[in-house]
């Protein structure tokens, strides 16, 4: 019997540590994909990777880039089309889609608008080195870069109409290039012409800078000029394809406009109040009429809120950002945004008193 349990226990010893061995083997491995498990559920904390050791290396490059940059520079480069892309996933609607209503308008290109000068991470740099000198400099130069981008968009209108056609490029690349910007040597396109118009009217109202008002009465005035021709022409089949080219291109967009007036507290305040509190509600109207029970919001038309400065390490447009791959977070402080959405063309009307 004595024998018998000292083989018994050997036998229950080797194979104890038989079963620890193969336990410590499997929860090796296992750990391995528990890791993994772990490091997706976590990886806003930060992933680590080829694809975001890229992203990282350019966007130091870049925050590099512009840190050697005047702000005459950082203005005069706001016309790179190509920067506004870098980092915005663009949803590809027909251009026809443009002339049915403005609601439709509203959704698939006035909301729009307002998200390619935040992409741009230029934009921001914009901004903080505006808010650090004096007023009246910043809107000297706002106001010199609205007029000078203005005067090419107003010829390449004329040509335009002229011609029946408006150039859709985007941009001129630099090949093999670090990110994705334009060639020094090539012109501006009205891609980055426009978006550099838009840019400069959102800091001048971020800033509220009163000075470069006369500038914004401009824009509008054009903007208008452009939005009479768009409802001057049929809807033919053969006129189609110009007018959505034309409302797509314009600087018509009456909550951006609306939203550059806040440039100066003193522009039709009373209107401002109105306009502020009114209600914003998200769903069209012919889909409110078939379904008058979905809940109505609450929100109003115009917005705040905030996002991450320029040297943040990725945006909120980014992609690494937008995955959670890469923490949004400030590097120095938060940007405090406002704009209005939903304006309609007769609260337009309305406050510019047509």
């Known amino acids: 019997m004595r024998r018998k349990t000292i083989y018994f226990l050997l036998a229950f010893i080797v194979v104890n540590?038989?079963?620890?061995?193969?336990?410590?083997?499997?929860?090796?491995?296992?750990?391995?994909?528990?890791d993994e498990m772990v490091r997706r559920a976590?990886?806003?904390?930060?992933?680590?990777?080829?694809?975001?050791?890229?992203?990282?290396?350019?966007?130091?490059?870049?925050?590099?880039?512009?840190?050697?940059?005047?702000?005459?520079v950082i203005l005069q480069k706001l016309t790179?089309?190509?920067?506004?892309?870098?980092?915005?996933?663009?949803?590809?609607?027909?251009?026809?889609?443009?002339?049915?209503?403005?609601?439709?308008?509203?959704?698939?290109?006035?909301?729009?608008?307002?998200?390619?000068?935040?992409?741009?991470?230029?934009?921001?740099?914009?901004?903080?080195?505006?808010?650090?000198?004096?007023?009246?400099k910043?809107?000297?130069?706002?106001?010199?870069n609205i007029r000078g981008n203005l005067k090419e968009l107003r010829v390449m209108f004329q040509k335009a109409?002229?011609?029946?056609?408006?150039?859709?490029?985007?941009?001129?690349?630099?090949?093999?290039?670090?990110?994705?910007?334009?060639?020094?040597?090539?012109p501006p396109t009205h891609f980055g012409l426009r978006y550099a118009v838009h840019s400069c009217i959102m800091l001048a109202s971020l800033l509220e800078l009163q000075e470069v008002r006369p500038a914004i009465e401009e824009v509008v005035a054009f903007a208008k000029e452009e939005y009479e021709l768009f409802n001057s022409i049929e809807d033919e089949i053969?006129?189609?394809p110009f007018k959505a080219a034309l409302?797509?291109?314009?600087?018509?967009?009456?909550?951006?406009?609306?939203?550059?007036?806040?440039?100066?507290?003193?522009?039709?305040?009373?209107?401002?109040?109105?306009?502020?509190?009114?209600?914003?509600?998200?769903?069209?109207?012919d889909i409110r009429a078939l379904r008058p029970d979905i809940p109505k919001s609450t929100e109003t038309k115009l917005v705040e809120f905030e996002i991450v400065d320029w040297q943040s390490r990725a945006l909120e447009f980014d992609m690494p950002g937008r995955d959670?791959?890469?923490?949004?977070?400030?590097?120095?402080?938060?940007?405090?945004?406002?704009?209005?959405?939903?304006?309609?063309?007769?609260?337009f009307n309305d406050f510019f008193e047509k």
Not at 161 to 184: E, M, V
Not at 325 to 347: C, F, N, Q, S, W
Request: charged share 25%.
């Open 161 to 186: 109409k002229q011609t029946g056609n408006f150039d859709s490029t985007i941009a001129h690349p630099i090949t093999d290039f670090y990110r994705y910007a334009s060639r020094p040597d090539s």
């Open 138 to 144: 910043a809107a000297e130069l706002l106001t010199k």
């Open 238 to 240: 053969e006129t189609i």
């Open 247 to 285: 409302i797509k291109r314009s600087l018509y967009n009456p909550s951006l406009l609306l939203t550059a007036t806040l440039c100066d507290p003193s522009w039709n305040a009373e209107k401002h109040k109105i306009l502020a509190a009114t209600p914003y509600d998200p769903i069209p109207a």
């Open 17 to 34: 540590v038989l079963v620890l061995v193969a336990g410590l083997h499997w929860r090796a491995q296992r750990q391995t994909v528990v």
């Open 324 to 347: 959670g791959l890469v923490p949004v977070v400030p590097h120095e402080g938060m940007i405090k945004i406002r704009y209005y959405r939903g304006i309609t063309d007769a609260e």
């Open 42 to 72: 976590e990886r806003y904390q930060g992933a680590t990777g080829d694809v975001i050791t890229a992203f990282d290396n350019k966007t130091d490059r870049w925050i590099a880039e512009m840190k050697e940059e005047p702000i005459e």
């Open 80 to 136: 790179d089309g190509a920067e506004y892309v870098e980092s915005m996933f663009q949803v590809m609607f027909s251009d026809a889609v443009f002339i049915y209503s403005e609601e439709v308008r509203e959704q698939t290109l006035y909301s729009k608008d307002i998200c390619f000068p935040l992409a741009n991470r230029r934009f921001r740099k914009a901004y903080e080195d505006l808010r650090k000198i004096d007023k009246s």
